[in-house]
């Protein structure tokens, strides 16, 4: 089926994070949230404009389909004298059926400005196969799902549903900030898609990106754990990103800094969704693993070893934890070692070389026997974009034991489905880890991964983006339709 043979599809649009501290003040008079818009306004609160046709033709002069009701009865159409251009007519004097608040794309473009040095395309598809698991689920919902990426050779490949066109160009591989990609843009833009997903800011591109393509198609960006520049560079943030039609973050309230920088304007403009899953399951055939793995329970760390991490106040907060369960054994996994020799240290000052041990690192598709063969995931992060690792955890139904962050918070499910502490506070980790222990290991395990199916899986993740998406191509459409003629 051809991009615009395709019907566009509908669906609920997403409720905004009421909670997202503001700046700004949306336009338009407020109302309560699920309550019935005012007569004669948008869901936005905004006025349509008087020369919108509210009868058949609603496709072509009223794009987001803004009939309003009264009681949740449909209004009598005025009389059009338009014809019946561009869409769905109705006989005259017939109400029309409203579709919902916002659409499904029909088409994505994933924008990478970004890539890695690997030898070939196909190696980078595979390196990045935690994301591009998401862009399939996506395209299994009947979304033509294209990603541009920068790369040092050209090459087209489809693979999995989804089609990788990458676009030589002699930018270095981070390409900076105020570089313009003109080979990636210019194939881009041909493609004519619906919304276009940009992974991480880029504020001059995105700006540029804008003007480029057409007025209806929306651009949505997904945060990465960036944090709001500031001085003369957030001034610069707030005039290029003020066309953004959505951002997506893991948890809503890693918007609030945007927001308080004034880059986001409006709380609907924010969405939550993972950045990646993973296929990890928790089928267990016994607890062997490459190096063997012994206790009861046993307690899984993976994870870079550096002061974020803060791998010493998790090791302390077991230490306790022990006192009340000898026989708990951790294992720490980790690629980066920055405080290897003070977590050394600590364990032979703390006499837990029988209760800890360091096994070095694995390939991740080793990783997941090392998961399957464990009770518990621990982590002591200060803070993260999402939590690559918490997810393949949760995928094999290792229960979490990790900090009260805000993205932690979410893949978790407000704690529901592990259990939380604060950062930094090993008797805050030594209690987690106490409940955790008391509590039926089985039932836990069932509980995480039920979790990762319903939020953290490519199926989830894709559901999510795409209510995010909808809701951009409805703001896009909105503001094109209501534009002073």
């Given at each position: ?7 566009m599809t ?9 909670t997202l501290?503001?700046t ?5 008079p407020?109302w ?17 404009r008087?020369?919108l ?11 987001l389909?803004?009939?309003?009701h ?7 159409p ?11 007519v109705a006989?005259?004097g017939?109400?029309?059926s ?8 029909r088409s ?8 890695d ?7 980078l ?5 935690s994301?591009?698991?998401?862009w399939?689920?996506?395209a299994?919902d009947?979304?033509?799902?294209t990603?541009?990426q920068?790369f040092?050779?050209a ?7 989804v089609?990788y066109?990458?676009?030589a160009?002699?930018?270095r591989?981070?390409?900076p900030a105020w570089?313009?990609?003109?080979a990636?843009?210019h194939?881009?833009?041909?493609a004519?898609?619906d919304?276009?997903?940009i992974?991480s800011?880029f504020?001059?591109?995105s700006?540029i990106?804008?003007?480029?393509i057409r007025a209806s ?5 997904q945060?990465h754990?960036a944090?709001?520049r ?11 990103l ?6 997506v973050f893991?948890?809503g ?6 927001a308080e920088?004034?880059v986001?304007?409006?709380?609907d ?6 950045e990646?899953?993973?296929g ?7 607890k062997?693993?490459?190096?063997g ?9 993976v994870?870079?070893?550096n002061?974020n991490?803060?791998p010493l ?7 306790e934890?022990l006192?009340?369960?000898p026989?708990?054994?951790?294992y720490i996994i980790?690629?980066?070692?920055d405080l290897?020799?003070a977590?050394r240290a600590q364990i ?11 096994p070095?690192a694995f ?5 997941e026997d090392w998961?399957?063969a ?7 992060s200060h ?19 990790v900090?009260?962050?805000p993205?932690?918070?979410k893949?978790?499910g407000d704690?529901?489905?592990g259990?939380?502490?604060?950062p930094?506070?090993?008797?805050s980790c ?8 008391a509590?039926?290991?089985d ?6 991964r039920a979790q990762f199916e319903a939020h953290l899986s ?7 983006l795409l209510?995010a998406?909808g809701?951009?191509?409805e703001?896009?459409l909105y503001?094109?339709?209501t534009?002073?003629?």
């Amino acid at each position: 089926m051809t991009r615009a043979s395709r019907p566009m599809t509908t669906m609920n649009s997403s409720k905004p994070f009421s909670t997202l501290p503001m700046t700004r003040q949306p336009t338009g008079p407020c109302w309560t949230p699920g309550a019935q818009p005012p007569p004669h306004r948008t869901a936005h609160g905004m006025r349509l404009r008087t020369s919108l046709c509210t009868r058949g033709c609603w496709r072509r002069h009223d794009p987001l389909g803004i009939l309003l009701h009264r009681r949740g009865e449909p209004t009598q159409p005025p009389a059009c004298d338009r014809g019946s251009r561009g869409g769905r007519v109705a006989p005259h004097g017939q109400p029309v059926s409203a579709p919902a608040n916002s659409f499904a794309p029909r088409s994505v473009a994933v924008m990478n400005y970004f890539y890695d040095e690997v030898r070939s395309p196909e190696a980078l598809i595979d390196r990045y196969r935690s994301t591009n698991g998401v862009w399939e689920a996506v395209a299994r919902d009947g979304v033509e799902v294209t990603v541009f990426q920068r790369f040092g050779s050209a090459a087209t490949i489809d693979h999995r549903g989804v089609r990788y066109q990458f676009v030589a160009d002699r930018h270095r591989t981070i390409l900076p900030a105020w570089m313009y990609p003109r080979a990636l843009h210019h194939a881009a833009i041909a493609a004519e898609c619906d919304v276009y997903h940009i992974n991480s800011y880029f504020p001059l591109q995105s700006a540029i990106l804008r003007r480029q393509i057409r007025a209806s198609a929306a651009i949505v960006h997904q945060d990465h754990a960036a944090l709001p520049r500031t001085g003369l560079r957030r001034l610069w943030d707030r005039a290029l990103l003020r066309h953004a039609d959505g951002f997506v973050f893991v948890s809503g309230l890693q918007g609030a800094p945007w927001a308080e920088a004034g880059v986001i304007r409006s709380p609907d403009l924010v969405h939550e969704a993972m950045e990646g899953s993973t296929g990890f399951t928790p089928e267990r055939t016994g607890k062997q693993t490459p190096g063997g793995m012994e206790g009861d329970p046993t307690v899984l760390w993976v994870g870079r070893l550096n002061h974020n991490k803060d791998p010493l106040v998790a090791l302390a907060g077991f230490r306790e934890a022990l006192r009340d369960n000898p026989r708990a054994r951790l294992y720490i996994i980790a690629h980066e070692t920055d405080l290897a020799d003070a977590v050394r240290a600590q364990i032979e000052a703390d006499s837990l070389q029988d209760a800890v041990q360091m096994p070095g690192a694995f390939p991740h598709e080793a990783m997941e026997d090392w998961y399957r063969a464990a009770d518990y995931f621990l982590l002591g992060s200060h803070k993260e974009g999402s939590g690559f690792a918490l997810a393949e955890a949760m995928a094999c139904g290792v229960v979490p034991v990790v900090t009260d962050i805000p993205s932690f918070r979410k893949m978790t499910g407000d704690g529901r489905a592990g259990y939380l502490w604060e950062p930094g506070n090993a008797a805050s980790c030594a209690a987690a880890l106490r409940r955790a222990f008391a509590q039926p290991r089985d039932e836990g395990s069932r509980a995480a991964r039920a979790q990762f199916e319903a939020h953290l899986s490519f199926d989830a993740i894709a559901r999510d983006l795409l209510k995010a998406y909808g809701a951009a191509v409805e703001r896009r459409l909105y503001q094109k339709a209501t534009r002073p003629s």
